[in-house]
């Protein structure tokens, strides 16, 4: 076995544990980067070189960072006295993970796995990416890009703050437009309001 | 065991405990982050099965974790969005108890 | 003689290497690039921060620091020693471990973008298919390491500045990255060293090939340099750091080695930044002029390295810091606009290349500043006209 990859492995999964495990929500946060990053080192590692510097790029560059940001900005009270004790329901999803992992690891252990073609690792270079995205693969991308699109006006459109008739009928006359994102126009209309 | 098996058992371990913390936590956030984590786990069998399998199609393995990364970031800022969104109505996070179905 | 002195230190490393086993001799490569690395860009830091204070002196009409030796000039040495041996203090409610880790996380991606730049004719400590991609990646940890130190101190200012650092962090990434995006489209790879040589030769067998000599090239340039400023936290964007305000954001609670790390850190993140920079728009280690090509690649790079961090410091010295609503807006409606235009016409720039009559890389040229210049001054205008209007306090006048 390869002693890289088991120490990867191991970092992984110790930090996956903890981050579905440990009670301050940050900490949470903090050690889902790291199995991120140990995501992206397993990439890294396949010698799929572009795809593991993109999940360092997006997970914790955009991600963990947004993650980090709900954590902040939803500091409920009720977070830190979550109580443990065995309830049924949490039997029963024990059960269900145990259920799922044990079948999966009969099932990859009862597999035969047909030896690869080539002993050489495929190299696959940035170019070659780029020009099957632009031939092979030009509909998904299309459509991923309208997805992300998509996405991105729904997250703003679902997060926007609902306008209140009380105070933004200010902040409209004195900003020209509800959705500004400035911490001060909130104060600006209370000043106005004064 | 060949590399591939080792990698294929990894990728099961990552997706229960992912499981386990989508299933068992209360906290919308995390139970997001551990539906991450499954996503992750696939994304590591289709790259395993990239490099150690016979591959009729060269590249099928990486584009496909390179639109599974997109989709998965575009459903991180969505769900987030909307915790943020229930967070506004409800005060909490907790998933056992945001119930109401009356807005 | 030349081509001696040009690969002098590439020749020497093989030297040094040339001594061990034939197992060892990659590994050891490997750690006499990281050291000299780490060796060149500490030295770097320190001429740097004596340099900065004495410009910056010299733009305020007094002397700088000028104690310490002859001018002042070890300055460095004995803020280095005052740091080493002041006390490390920790916050009594902090986060120990993320309030220990927070620097480490910061240095070592900083680092490891440093080892991805071309410094002279084939030395480029890691040569990797996708360079610019990895710089990116690994500069996006910096976000991560400043929420951390602000958060972990458990201290309202420090998790302030902190929130203000990350979201103008995450604003200027995108303009960045994008304004790299045309250069990456000239130049057909993402390997840092590629881009380099894509900008060697000279037009007219005089005037040098580098990116910012064209329109395109320059309006990157100028959004490159702004986002970058604003990544590494300078003024006229320090409002993460705005000491008149808020204290001294998520460094606060910092004191000691620690602190000092940071500080190296960021500017180590400048000179990587920088670095790319140069990389990617003054043609790397080219020489400006063929008859100056004696002069060896690796001066060539630090040289123009230097006069970008002068820029910086010269900046830092002129213009007041900018509000936050400012900041945001200037990003979102004014740099990223911008740079997507500027993508578009990189294409323009490409596409009439087939043009081969007399004078048509004059007049393309014309035209595609042209298409830059007229939503510059559009979107200029429409920036100052959003302004919210004067306040009035009732009490306060």
Known sequence: MDLAFIIIAVLTLASAVAAMSLRNLVHCALCMVMTFAGIALTFLQLNAEFVGLAQLLVYVGAVAILIVFAILLTRSEDAKKEVRFVSSSTVVGFGVVALVAVSLLAAIQHTQILPPQSVVAPHVSVKRIGEQLMTNYVLPLEVIGLLLTAAMIGAVVIAMREPDPADSVDVQQRNGSPLKLDPDSKKTAVVANE | ?103 | MTGQLDQLFVSLKQWLVSFLPQAAQPMAGILLSISAIIGAFATMFAITTIMERKILGRIQNRLGPNRVGPFGLLQPAADGIKMLTKEDIVPFAADKLVHFLAPVVLIIPVALALAMIPYGRNMTAVDLDAGILFFFAVGSATELSVFMAGWSSQNKYSLVGAMRAIAQMISYEMPLVLSTVSVLMMAGTLSLPLIVQAQSGYIYEILPRWNVFTPWGLAGFVLFMIAATAESNRAPFDLPEAESEIIAGYLTEYSGFKYALFFMAEYWGLFAVSGLAVTLFLGGWNAPFPFLQWVPSWAWFFAKLGTIIFGFIWVRGTLPRLRLDQLMNFAWKFLLPMSLINIVVTAMWHFSRVFQFVGAREMRWVLCALVLAIPYFFLGRALGEGRPAKRNYKFAE
């Open chain 2, 1 to 103: 065991m060949t590399p591939l098996h080792q990698y294929l058992i990894f990728s099961t371990l990552l997706f229960s405990i992912g499981l386990a913390g989508a299933l068992l936590r209360r906290n919308a956030i995390l139970v997001l982050v551990g539906i991450e984590l499954m996503l992750n786990a696939a994304n590591i069998n289709f790259i395993a099965f990239w490099r150690y399998s016979p591959n009729p199609e060269p590249n099928a393995g990486v584009m496909f974790v390179i639109f599974s990364i997109a989709i998965a970031a575009a459903e991180a800022a969505v769900g987030l969005a909307l915790i943020i969104s229930i967070y506004r109505h409800y005060r909490t996070t907790n998933v056992k108890r945001i119930d109401g179905l009356k807005g």
